[in-house]
C-alpha cells in the first residue's frame, strides 16, 4: 500500500529525514517511535503534502502512484489521512459543514454524486457515537474553543467519517487524559479492517497498550534505526532512547 | 487646499444660485448654506498633504465637469430593480440624484410612526439640531453637501414605538448623459425608547463619471435603537460624511459592507453624550483591481459608563488599496469607559495594501480601552487542513474567506438581508455550494 523509499526532506535548508524506507501493507498498523526532533512529524507531515517541507530524495508510492507529486487534497482522495497533533481552528466553519465538503469532494473525485443530506446526517450519526462526540459540538465552528481531548476526538470522527486505507496518527496521544485516550483509541480500533492500515506516530508506548502495532520503528535523526515487534515498544519503556542513540 | 476648476466652478455656482433664490434666501437654511459656502472657500478640495486624505487622492475625482442636477431626471419606468437584499415589507424612501422624491417612493407603505418630510418643506426652526451634529468646517466635503444639498430627507421615529419594517433610503444617480455630483442629505432622529432599523444603498445609471457626496446627521434620543446598514456596491464614486448623537442608553449598531465601487471614503462618526449608551462600528470591505476603499471612524466619548466596539475586515486582492482610520476620542469626564476596536485584513496579491492607523486620545482615567490590528495573507495552517481533508486549494481558500467575512455578515439581524448578502459575498469570493 505505502512504499518509502530513501525518504530525504528537510525545512528550510535544513535536513531533516535522512533516508527512511518502510513499508506498509493493508491490514497492518506500524507504530514509529523516537526521541524529540528525531524527525516523527515531518515524516507525517512530508506524507500529507503540506508544502514548507522539500523532499531532497527518494520516493514514496501509495498504492503504485508516485505520492510526492500529489497536492494535499489528491492524496487525500487518494486515501491518506493525517491525524493533526495540533488540529487547527477555524472560525465561522461549522464542523457539519466542512465534514460535508470534504465528504462531498472525495466522493467526487471517485466519480460518485454528493451524499444525500439524509444519509449524511445518518452517518454523522452513527459515526459520532464512536468517538462519543455531541451533536451540538457539530453545529460549532471547526475546533474553536474545543478541549485538547476534543480536538483529538474530532480528528478520529473526521477519520470515520471519511474511511481512509491509511491513516497517519500524529502524536494523537498528547495532551490526552486516560479516558479520553481510551476513547480515542476504541475509535481507532473499531476503523481497523483488513483493507486499511495505520501509522502510528507516538512518543510513549502507553498508546500502543490500547492500539496494538504489527510493528514497531524507531526513528533516531531522521533514520529508522530499528524495527521490531510490539516487544519493541515495551523495551524502549524500560530503557529509553539511549541505547539506541548510542547503536547508531 | 486644492483649487482646481470645479472647485472654483462651484463656488460662482453657489453665487449665481443665491442670487435667484428669491424668498428662499430668509430661511435658516440660508445662513447654514452661506457659511457651508464660506468653509468649502477656505478648505479647498483636500490632497494627500492633510493627514485625514493622506492614503486617498481625490485628484482624479474632481478632474470631472460635474453637471449638479437641480431635479429628477429618471422616468418611473427606467428605476432599475430593487435588490434582493432589501426586504419585502421594507419602507422604501427614494432619492433621485440626491434629492427626496416623495412621489416616487411608497407613502402607503410608511408606518404612522415614521414622519418622512423633505429637509426643504420642514421648517427649520423645528429642526433644530439641523446641521449642528455634523460639522462642516473640517471636511471640504461635508461643506460642499451642506451648501448644495437639495431638498434631504428627514426620518423621524415618533417616541416609544418599535418599528418592525425596515426603513431603505434609497438614491439613484442618473449618470446616463453626463457627468453628475449628487449630494444626498439625511436627517434621522429616533425618538425615546424608540428602535428602528434603517438600510442605505445607492446605485447609478449609466457609466458617465459621477459623485456621490452625501451626508447625514442622526440623533438617537434617551434609550433608543437604530441599527444602520450601509451596503456599497454603486458603481458612482462615494464620498460620505454621517455623525450620530447619542443621548443616555441608547444603542447604535452601524454595519456597512462594501462589495463594489471604484472609490469609496466613509467617514463615520458617533458623539456618546449621554450615560450608558453604546456604539458598535461593524465594516466588510471586498476590494479587487485598482479600487480604493477608506473608512475613517471616529467614537467621541464624552459622558460615562459608555461603550464602543469596532471590528472592520477587508479582503484585498489585485492591487486595491484599504484605509482603515478608527479614532476614539475618551474625553476627561467619560469615566468608565469601555471601547474596544479592530481592524483585520486579508491580503490575497502582493499588489494589495491596508494603511491602518488606530487613534485613541484618552483623558479619562479609569478607562478599558484597547485595539488591535492584524494582516496578512490566508492562515497557511488552515488553508493545509482543509486541503488534507480532500478539499482542494481553491475551495479551501474561498471557505475561509467566507468565514472571515460571516463574522461580520453575521451581524446584520434582518435574516432575509443577511441571506441575501451572504450570497452575494459568497459569490464574490467564489465559494461553491
Redesign the interface.
Known sequence: MLEISNLCAGIEGKQILNGISLKVRPGEVHAIMGPNGSGKSTLASVLAGRNEFEVTGGEVLFGGRNLLGMPPEARAHAGIFLAFQYPVEIPGVSTVNFLKSAMNELRKSRGQDPLDAMDFLAMVREKSKLVEIDKSFLQRSLNEGFSGGEKKRNEIFQMAMLEPKLTILDETDSGLDIDALKIVSNGINAQRNNDNAFVVITHYQRLLNYIVPDFVHVLYKGKIVRSGGKELALELEEKGYDWLKDAA | MENNDLHNKLLDFFTAREQSLNGDNQTCFHALRSKAAENFRALGFPTIRVEDWKYTNIIPLIKHDYLLPSENTIQRGELPAIPDFIPQNTVKILLLNGIFSPSFSLPDGVPDDVQVSSLHEVNPQNENLFGEILPFDKNAFTALNTAFFQSGVSLKIVAGKKILQPIAIINYTDARSSSVLVQPRIYISVGKNSEVSIIEYSAALGDSPALVNSAAELLLEENSSLQHYIIQDDSAAKISDSRVRQLADSRYEAVTLTFGGAFVRNTSSAELVGSNAETHFYGLVLGNDRRLIDNHTTVDHVSPHCQSSELYKHILDDKSTAVFNGRVMVFKNAQKTNAYQSNRTILLSAGATINSKPELEIYADDVKCSHGATSGYL????L??????????E??KA??L???A??ILNKIKNEEMRIALDRIIADQLHVEE
Open positions: 492562515d497557511e495552517e488552515s493545509f487542513y482543509l486541503q488534507s481533508r480532500g478539499i482542494p486549494e475551495k479551501a471557505l475561509l467566507h468565514a472571515f460571516s463574522e
